[in-house]
């Protein structure tokens, strides 16, 4: 008996290890961590301040490429964000969990279909990030609302 169950722990130990690297290749290749940077950037400009980012290479950051130019109204969201609504919601196709999260990412909340600018640290399940802002974003810690223009540059 201690021979069969000792097979059946070596059988299931081998084939758990070879199914490892397919699921760590699958998770790769959603996973938009190395996503490329695009010679696609955007400024967004509100009460006279200028922000510019950069987007990624994904679908839904062309999809809000495509849209552009949007004037719209940027406010506060939280204490770490701004948000901006959108006309439309953006095609999540290519969309995956991301594990980086960082102050500048430019994100996509696909719950609610809006934009989502962070200024601070964050953790949200539902993002797609289509990009990061290209140098300070400091003009986000501006309390209120506002209109905002969103265009190609």
Known sequence: MSRSINRRQVLGTALAA???????????????????PTDVHIRLT?????????????????????????DLRIEDDGGNEKIVHLPRKLTEDGSG?????????LCYFKSWGNLALFYADYRWDGLIRLGR?????????????????????
């Open 97 to 105: 969990p991301f594990t980086n999260e960082s102050p500048g990412d």
């Open 46 to 70: 509100f009460n006279g301040l200028v922000l510019t980012a950069t987007l990624y290479d994904n679908p839904s950051a062309r999809d809000l490429a495509s849209m552009l130019p949007l």
């Open 18 to 36: 070879a199914a490892i690297p397919r699921v760590a290749i699958a998770q790769q290749g959603r996973d938009p961590i190395g996503q490329d």
């Open 133 to 153: 802002f290209d140098s300070s974003f400091d003009a986000l810690l501006i309390r209120g609302e506002y209109p905002v223009r969103i265009e190609r540059i």
